[in-house]
């Protein structure tokens, strides 16, 4: 399958690792830069950011293992979700790629960077590791998939109401077209024991290795974005350490854990600052 037209592509790739569903945006020829986005989302959280990006760079966004349309109930880790975003890049004839990634997403542009695939990163609101997070402790509880599946199935205010932990106090969802319907299905669309992978399970890889320790051993730029209200980790204390660890820095003041969704154009400036 050929992903060479300037208009946009979106395809489920039949690929080593399963079905995968890629999204192409911009023109063929322009730089690549790779979106990845947190959980439990899918590609089109950066649906925005793409539309303000497009015009310069070759946008590519993948919905993860266990997320969105890709789904998937094995293979959900790290490891994993790194080699399966490998085997796109080389699907794609990419060798290298500037990448940007959310929250759980964010170990696959350093490990892209250590294996020479990516050669600048960018962090948006994640802390280096959990020692600065800042969400209710009752949340690691709810990440049991028996939970999480008994979650997915209510109504959907009440998965928005769940979900506002995501965003900065006072986030309207209904203040971006399509966006509460998007925010409900990704929620019940993603894999349960996702949860444990992302609160339990990472948490115990961050404390032994911090992203902030993994990009000193970095050679290419890092960038680290986040939002001065984010209610899931804490701002001032994860700036603080990628700064000292070498990256450069950006705080967008009214936005919370998802600024490339409360405020894309702040986030798209600071990334073509950055890459270019």
């Known amino acids: 399958m050929s992903f060479t037209v300037d208009e946009s592509t979106d395809r489920i790739l039949d690929l080593q690792h399963g079905p995968v569903r890629v999204r192409l945006d911009g023109p063929s020829k322009s730089p690549p830069l790779l979106l990845i986005h947190g959980s439990p989302c899918s590609l ?50 990419i060798a290298e790629i500037s990448a940007v990634a959310h929250s759980f997403g964010t170990d696959i542009p350093i490990d892209l960077a250590m294996a020479g695939r990516a050669n600048a990163v960018v962090l948006i609101d994640q802390a280096p590791d959990f020692r600065c997070a800042t969400y209710p402790a009752g949340l690691i509880a709810l990440s049991r998939p028996s939970l999480i599946r008994i979650a ?5 205010f009440a998965i928005r109401l769940g979900s506002k932990q995501g965003f900065a106090p006072g986030f309207r969802f209904d203040s971006i077209p399509g966006f509460a319907e998007i925010s409900v299905r990704d929620f019940r669309a993603f894999t349960p024991s996702i949860g444990r ?80």
């Open 152 to 156: 997915q199935r209510a109504p959907a």
């Open 44 to 93: 089109e959280w950066f649906d925005q950011l793409t539309s303000l990006l497009c015009d310069t760079y070759r946008i590519v966004r993948i919905d993860l293992r266990g997320h969105g349309a890709t789904g998937g109930w094995e293979r959900l880790g790290r490891i994993d979700q790194v080699a399966m975003v490998t085997e796109v890049l080389d699907h794609l004839g």
């Open 197 to 276: 992978f992302a609160l339990v399970d990472r948490a115990r890889e961050l404390a032994v290795d911090p992203l902030d320790a993994r990009i000193q051993r970095l050679d290419v730029p890092v960038m680290a974005i986040h939002g001065r209200r984010d209610q899931m980790y804490a701002c001032a204390p994860s700036i603080a350490r990628y700064s000292a660890a070498g990256a450069r820095t950006a705080i967008i003041e009214n936005a919370g854990h998802s600024p490339h969704v409360e405020a894309p154009e702040a986030v798209a400036v600071i990334l073509r600052d950055f890459l270019d």
